[in-house]
Nanobody
Framework: QVQLVESGGGSVQAGGSLRLTCVASGYAYSNYCMGWFRQAPGREREGVAVIDSGGTTSYADSVKGRFTISTDNAKNTLYLQMNSLKTEDTAMYYC?????????????????????WGQGTQVTVSS
């Protein structure tokens, strides 16, 4: 049984930091891409960051330079370090796994085909 379990969300003031964690189980975690997506109320889901099986990372323009995605394959864990948070970063953040893709834009475009999703963790940034 595949499980992706996120944690680390919370409320923070603008300019602050949070680190999200996603623990994966039930599939060959390290053979695929993993990523973080987010969805704010009334808005479509958007891709935030992706890391492939070789460790190559890609980011949405809106978070470049502020967010860092990383993995600890020994722990089957995915991280998202979020610094310099802005109010517009407020959203439910979802971990996704078990997919592949050649470009960030393509992965995001076809994200509805991703099979493995976590339950989400809420991030709220106040001014």
């Amino acid at each position: 049984q595949v499980q992706l379990v996120e944690s680390g969300g919370g409320s923070v003031q603008a300019g602050g930091s949070l680190r999200l964690t996603c623990v994966a189980s039930g599939y060959a975690y390290s053979n695929y891409c993993m990523g973080w997506f987010r969805q704010a109320p009334g808005r479509e889901r958007e891709g935030v960051a992706v890391i492939d099986s070789g460790g190559t990372t890609s980011y949405a323009d809106s978070v470049k330079g502020r967010f860092t995605i990383s993995t600890d394959n020994a722990k089957n864990t995915l991280y998202l370090q979020m610094n310099s948070l802005k109010t517009e970063d407020t959203a439910m953040y979802y971990c996704a796994g078990g997919f592949s893709g050649s470009s960030f834009a393509g992965i995001v475009h076809y994200s509805n085909l991703i099979s493995y999703w976590g339950q989400g963790t809420q991030v709220t940034v106040s001014s």
